[in-house]
T-cell receptor, first 111, second 113 residues
Framework: TQLLEQSPQFLSIQEGENLTVYCNSS?????LQWYRQEPGEGPVLLVT?????EVKKLKRLTFQFGDARKDSSLHITAAQPGDTGLYLC???????????FGKGTKLSVIP | DSGVTQTPKHLITATGQRVTLRCSPR?????VYWYQQSLDQGLQFLIQ???????AKGNILERFSAQQFPDLHSELNLSSLELGDSALYFC????????????FGEGSWLTVV
């Protein structure tokens, strides 16, 4: 069973601060996705990374896939209250139809 | 709005009962996925259907079953319900399988009392 560990589990920061959340596994994934989930809604895909070492930027969000494709990080610059939510990483093994999700990092950005 | 429609949004039922959750995928999507989200287990993959056929099975209990109909909508049947089945159940859809973006519905909150 492929497991994804996300850290920290909870994060509360002030508006304008920077933060990084992590997604780690002992397994290799063919691709890794990051989702954001807001209360009362389903997860929404933010980005997919597929190449070891890949870095993708989405406005103030920077996503990195580890060289060995076992881990990933999400860095948010100058966090805003609108960034508040549950951030989930999910990995797909080679040839697998299943996405394995981490338990998420619950981010609160305080105005 | 993801385009994935789930009903009901909330459901309260007693232990031992049976419920059916329904899902209409996005127009054009052939794959339907069911996930269970609980506080302690996170988001767990249950099952996937593609164009009416079961494609992948995850941590789905034998008390649970699902199907995808010719019009591509799907139902998740949960029977002999236990307190521990209380969770948020998500349906998601995609054009194909892994590699395609998966779109989640808003979920069905099931509370078993």
């Amino acid at each position: 069973t492929q497991l994804l560990e996300q850290s920290p589990q909870f994060l509360s920061i002030q508006e304008g601060e920077n933060l990084t959340v992590y997604c780690n596994s002992s397994s290799v994934f063919s691709s890794l996705q990051w989702y954001r989930q807001e209360p009362g809604e389903g997860p929404v895909l933010l980005v997919t990374v597929v190449t070891g070492g890949e870095v993708k930027k989405l406005k103030r969000l920077t996503f990195q896939f580890g060289d060995a494709r076992k881990d990933s990080s999400l860095h948010i610059t100058a966090a805003q209250p609108g960034d508040t939510g549950l951030y989930l990483c999910a990995g797909a093994g080679a040839g697998s139809y299943q996405l394995t999700f981490g338990k998420g990092t619950k981010l609160s950005v305080i105005p | 709005d993801s385009g994935v429609t789930q009903t009901p949004k909330h459901l309260i039922t007693a232990t031992g009962q049976r419920v059916t959750l329904r899902c209409s995928p996005r127009s054009g999507d052939l794959s339907v996925y069911w996930y269970q989200q609980s506080l302690d287990q996170g988001l767990q993959f249950l099952i996937q259907y593609y164009n009416g056929e079961e494609r992948a099975k995850g941590n789905i209990l034998e008390r649970f079953s699902a199907q995808q109909f010719p019009d591509l909508h799907s139902e998740l049947n949960l029977s002999s319900l236990e307190l521990g089945d209380s969770a948020l159940y998500f349906c998601a859809s995609s054009v194909g399988g892994i590699g395609n973006t998966i779109y989640f519905g808003e979920g069905s909150w099931l509370t078993v009392v």
